[in-house]
């Protein structure tokens, strides 16, 4: 049996355990707890301490694992155990909360240090009118064009998927260019 | 569900222009301190604003006015709601968001054009603004503006003015405020007092486009952009067609 791991990183309640409970073939196993700092409370009621955790069987030999990070830059000492061998990550951010922004910035910075697999950004719930379109949000975060940013909505698999695939097509691309590269 | 932040996350131009891109109907509430803000969003226009402040939340300022006065805020939380109840409501702000984010950038780099209208007071010192003549021959004044401006040439505080023409205080005050809300007066800074810090002029380009991605750009996440995933020892190398038997199987769920 063969496992292949996809991380789901962003910074606190950008929806990660949601997308990653929306696609999941399990019940996602998740280690949420009690926040408790206030500000956080007034965002969410509980947190992802550890990870969170959902598989998609791909066939009888191959299965892939979606491991949700911690959201808190408290946190951060278990973001590089679980980007180990992993394919690629998703990025995500709450197009609603620009405040946010400029922490999701130095959490993709900390990870291009841990990792060097290639990701995308997920801006979420893209199905609110007031969120803050895509192309916004891939100016004020700064990501160059050459990744893509996606509209995602975590509550919504079709649009779960569209991200997925997104990074995946992603993961093809850069595997082909290292490869001529290479050559 | 709604838009959610404050100034420092966000300007206040750069939500009209998110608001000119969407675009988004909706209602925009701005909390400060002491005061608190309206804008009604229409079809990404500003079409209305309120501005309220003091212990009985008392009208300071409606529509242009109260958003200029609300681009001068460094600082408040905001609220962006989608309502499309909002398409219904008549406009009641003529010019657009460019003017008056024009109009705020210049109130902030001339802090006579900045008194607010509550903080007028009858010793207040005013001048006729240094205008030319062209300028003023196309404004259209009513007969308390004509009357309160003919005395300040020869009068230059708020209650010697009053005296002059008759006319109360408050009238006097809320005139005094059109006047140099149309720009034809300036209130006189006392040169005693220390001058009010001044923000370094930005063109309207600055404001409009606050964030550049140069700006932002790690130069590890450019080279991530440029280089890619180069060849991490631990990350499995995945052909291509695994990858497309992943992508199928997602498609499929």
Same mark, same amino acid.
């Given at each position: 049996m063969q496992a292949l791991k996809i991380v789901i990183t962003g910074s606190y309640a950008a929806g990660k355990t949601q997308l990653i409970r929306t696609i999941s073939d399990i019940d996602t196993i998740s280690t949420d707890y009690e926040v408790t700092l206030d500000e956080e409370r007034q965002l969410? $009621?509980?947190?992802?301490?550890a990870l969170d955790f959902g598989t998609i069987a791909i066939n009888d030999q191959v299965t892939l694992y979606l491991f949700g990070t911690?959201?808190?830059? $408290?946190?951060?000492?278990m973001w590089e155990h679980l980007t180990v061998g992993c394919l690629g990550y998703v990025v995500m951010v709450d197009?609603? $909360?620009?405040?946010h922004f400029a922490e999701t910035q130095r959490l993709m910075s900390r990870f291009i240090e841990i990792t060097d697999a290639p990701f995308i950004v997920a801006a979420n719930?893209?199905?609110?009118?007031a969120a803050l379109p895509v192309s916004y949000v891939r100016r004020r975060l700064g990501v160059?064009?050459?990744i893509p940013v996606l509209p995602c909505v975590a509550t919504d698999r079709p649009s779960v998927k569209g991200v997925l695939l997104g990074l995946l097509k992603h993961i093809a691309t850069q595997n082909q260019m290292n490869q001529e590269q290479s050559a | 569900m709604a838009l959610e932040g404050t100034l420092q996350d966000m300007s206040l131009s750069d939500l009209f222009q998110v608001f000119r891109m969407g675009p988004k109907t909706g209602v925009l509430i701005l909390v400060s301190t002491a005061e608190r803000g309206v804008i009604y969003v229409a079809d990404g226009k500003v079409v209305d604003a309120v501005l309220a402040g003091g212990p009985d939340r008392r009208v300071q300022a409606t529509q242009e006015e109260a958003v200029i006065q609300m681009l001068l805020w460094d600082n408040a939380s905001f609220v962006f709601r989608h309502d499309p109840?909002?398409? &219904?409501r008549p406009p009641r702000?003529?010019?657009d968001s460019e003017w008056l984010v024009m109009e705020g950038v210049r109130r902030r780099d001339d802090p006579a054009r900045a008194m607010?209208?509550? &903080?007028?007071?009858? +010793?207040t010192m005013l001048q006729l603004s240094s205008l030319p003549s062209s300028a003023e021959s196309g404004v259209s004044l009513d007969v308390n503006q004509w009357r309160i401006l003919s005395q300040i040439s020869r009068n230059t505080d708020v209650r010697t003015i009053c005296e002059a023409t008759g006319l109360p205080p408050d009238q006097t005050i809320r005139t005094v405020a059109e006047l140099l809300a149309i720009g034809l007066i300036e209130v006189v800074i006392p040169s005693a007092l220390p001058p009010r810090p001044k923000t370094p002029p930005k063109s309207h380009h600055d404001h409009v486009v &606050?964030?550049?991605p140069a700006a932002h750009l790690t130069p590890e996440l450019a080279a991530a952009a440029v280089?890619?995933?180069?060849?991490? +020892?631990?990350?499995p190398q995945v052909g291509r067609g695994l990858l497309d038997a992943i992508m199928r199987r997602i498609r499929g769920l």
């Open positions: 969410k $009621r509980e947190t992802t301490v911690p959201g808190q830059e $408290r946190f951060d000492f197009s609603t $909360r620009p405040g719930k893209q199905d609110d009118e160059p064009l050459e | 109840s909002v398409m &219904s702000i003529t010019h607010p209208y509550h &903080s007028i007071t009858l +010793d &606050s964030v550049t280089v890619g995933v180069g060849a991490g +020892d631990e990350r």
